[in-house]
């Protein structure tokens, strides 16, 4: 899997691109509705990011090359189920990227680096902890270098309510 759009962007000239950030937190499946009815619903495409962090353990570098393979691999085949769901609820293949490093500097790289992106959509922890981090990280002192929107969608509504909102 390689770090560039597959296919062009979308069969209507929209060309808008809603990114989704994929990782281990329940909320990014409210994202995910979201972006695929807005995108149904606007002519645009749905793009997916999983970011593959860093291993901690790093002391033997064969050994850390197998970890990152690995997780890398795991990515690749998430984001490929990822992207069966969201051709089932909006008939087209997301955009898919994979990327290593840090979840927050990788997607700011990300969309400097792909001007099709054109909002970022992202599920809230419904729980009292708080938003989650990567939101806290972007609406703190990050909001202002952002060329792109944020649509936040809270992580506890149901699908049916998430539908009549897209």
């Known amino acids: 899997m390689t770090d560039t759009p597959s296919q062009s962007a979308g069969r209507h000239a ?3 691109i809603f990114l989704v950030v994929i990782d281990d937190s329940a909320e990014w499946r409210a994202a995910l509705r979201f972006a695929c009815r807005r995108a149904e619903h606007t002519g645009g495409r749905v793009a997916l990011l999983h970011v593959v962090e860093e291993p ?3 002391h033997f570098m064969a050994v850390e090359e197998v970890i990152r393979e690995e997780k890398r691999q795991e990515a690749e085949q998430r984001l490929q189920k990822v992207a ?3 051709n089932e609820l909006n008939g087209q293949m997301p955009v898919l990227y994979v990327r290593d490093g840090a979840t927050h500097d990788e997607l700011l790289k990300l969309i400097d680096e792909e001007p099709t992106i054109s909002i970022l959509v992202l599920g809230a922890n419904p729980g009292s902890e708080g938003p989650g981090p990567l939101i ?3 609406t703190g002192k990050r909001i202002g270098q952002l060329r792109i929107p944020i649509t936040i969608v809270p992580g506890g509504l149901s699908l ?3 539908d009549t909102l897209g």
């Open 56 to 58: 901690e353990f790093q």
């Open 160 to 162: 049916e309510a998430i």
């Open 136 to 138: 806290s990280y972007l």
């Open 84 to 86: 069966k769901e969201v």
């Open 14 to 16: 929209s060309n808008r």
